[in-house]
């Protein structure tokens, strides 16, 4: 029988990285909170309609990347619907403000959101089919201020602080505007027009953008087609006047605030429910799935799925990415445990499990051993996982002082009972 393993492009997580997973999301849900964000936990599942509706019957995501199953009926009551796993967040998170009528609190809600997202795209590293995200929306009605670029730079404020928190050093945060639905249409035929002629000296994969979405010649990554792209017309020559208001207004927030950033005119985005503001941020690190993160305005959304006027602003951090990033960056040094007890005898493994017991209660982190073996052996695993080992034999027991050796310095000393926790909680080479 062949051996089953996880689908592709999902995959397990174990220790110790799963160490570093929580540390970015208890890094995340600190850095949120300081800016007055709260969780919001929508299902893995919703409708196929919202995604239809909300992200865009022609992006990418909708059209080729969901996976959608018809949900039969159980009873008569219920009818038979069509259920996506959801490939993104936004749209259930906008779907939640209108279903529990966040807007008539009169509040700006600002919500966020840790958790797994699919995607049927093809798996390289940095991009699976299961992946996690850890998004924030700020949303409201008008009168919340939801419309105010200041929203906007603070969030862009937010990112850049808790990058910086999480050390990952070198990213770049690229910025640009796509106006209102308006100017975006008026853009993508302008672009159209212009790329009659130029398409056929175009990689294929254009070729067809072209016709079909012509925003998305802007993703291109091929080489030779490079030259072309820079010589189309910029959407922020489409923009009205009030969209460049507003991403000026952006920009001088974030130009007072010392958030540095690089306007990229190509930086449309493959969501359909993006307005003015667009943004992502990038690292080297990463190749050639560079984005740690995306988001952008999404003052429509709303309306577009059925609800009240209430314009928004978010992201969403690829969690996998970060992780990937820090990696690579090489600042991780291995956690290591506070001790590992050693107990001299099996005779001695209860009274280690009490002194185990006695340290892990004090707020130690205590590995426990095992009294079969060898004291050599002992010695060989306490090393890998804590930064001191406790001897415990029948003499220690006895006289309440045990031997604790420092394994950084490498030091043996004799230590009563009573101040055991304290020798231990404070720092190795002390
Ligand atoms: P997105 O650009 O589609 O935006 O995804 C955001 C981030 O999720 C990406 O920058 C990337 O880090 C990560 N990501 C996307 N696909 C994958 C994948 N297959 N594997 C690993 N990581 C991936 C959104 O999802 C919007 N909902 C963001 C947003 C929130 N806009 C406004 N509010």
Redesign the pocket.
């Known amino acids: 029988m062949s051996t089953l393993k996880a689908v592709r492009g999902t995959r397990d997580l174990l220790p110790p990285e799963t160490a570093l997973w929580n540390r970015i999301e208890a890094t995340a849900r600190t850095v949120f909170a300081r800016y007055n964000f709260g969780e919001i936990r929508t299902p893995i599942f919703e409708d196929t309609a919202l995604f239809a509706r909300g992200v865009g019957e022609e992006t990418d ?1 909708v059209s080729k990347e969901m996976y959608t199953w018809e949900d039969r009926a159980r009873a008569q009551s219920e009818k038979t619907q069509t259920l996506t796993l959801r490939p ?3 749209a259930g998170v906008v779907r939640a403000y209108i279903e529990h009528k966040l807007g008539e609190t009169g509040q700006l809600q600002k919500l966020y959101y840790i958790g797994p ?1 699919f ?1 049927r ?1 093809r798996p390289q590293k ?4 299961q ?1 996690s ?1 850890i ?1 924030a ?1 700020v949303i409201g009605p008008p009168s919340s201020g939801s419309e105010s670029p200041l929203r906007d730079a603070e969030v862009l404020d937010m990112l850049a602080s808790l990058l910086d928190e999480l050390g990952i050093s070198g990213w770049t945060l690229h910025i640009n505007s796509v106006g209102s639905s308006a100017d975006r249409a008026r853009y993508n035929e302008t672009l159209r027009a212009a790329l009659i002629p130029l398409a056929p000296q175009m990689c294929v994969d254009c070729q067809r953008r072209a016709v079909t979405n012509p925003l998305r010649v802007l993703d291109c990554k091929i080489p030779e087609d490079q030259p072309i792209i820079e010589t189309l017309p910029k959407i922020v020559d489409s923009l009205d006047e009030e969209s460049k208001n507003h991403f000026a207004a952006v920009t001088a927030a974030l130009d007072m605030a010392g958030v540095p950033y690089t306007r990229n005119h190509r930086l449309v ?3 359909d429910y993006y307005t003015r503001t667009t943004f ?1 941020f990038t690292h080297g690190g990463l190749g050639a ?1 560079n ?6 305005r ?1 003052d429509g959304l709303s309306e577009a799925i059925g609800g009240p006027k209430a314009p928004g ?6 969690e ?2 970060l992780v990937l990033t820090l990696q690579a960056l090489d600042t991780l040094v291995a956690e290591k445990g506070h001790a590992y007890i050693a107990p001299l005898g099996e005779g001695m493994n209860p009274a280690a499990l009490a002194l185990a017991r006695e340290l892990r209660r004090a707020g130690l982190t205590v590995e426990l051993g095992e009294g079969s073996f060898r004291l050599k052996k002992s010695f060989e695993t306490a090393e890998k996982v804590s930064r001191r080992i406790v001897i415990l034999g029948e003499d220690e027991l006895a006289s309440g002082i045990l031997t604790v050796k420092d394994f950084a310095t490498g030091t043996q000393t004799k230590v009563p009972r009573a101040e055991l926790a304290a020798v231990l909680a404070a720092p190795a080479n002390a």
């Open positions: 995501i993104e967040n936004t997202q995607r795209e940095g991009r699976y089919r992946f995200q998004g929306e985005r493959g969501l992502e799935q984005a740690l993160l995306g988001g952008g999404y602003i978010g992201f969403a951090m690829g996998d990415r």
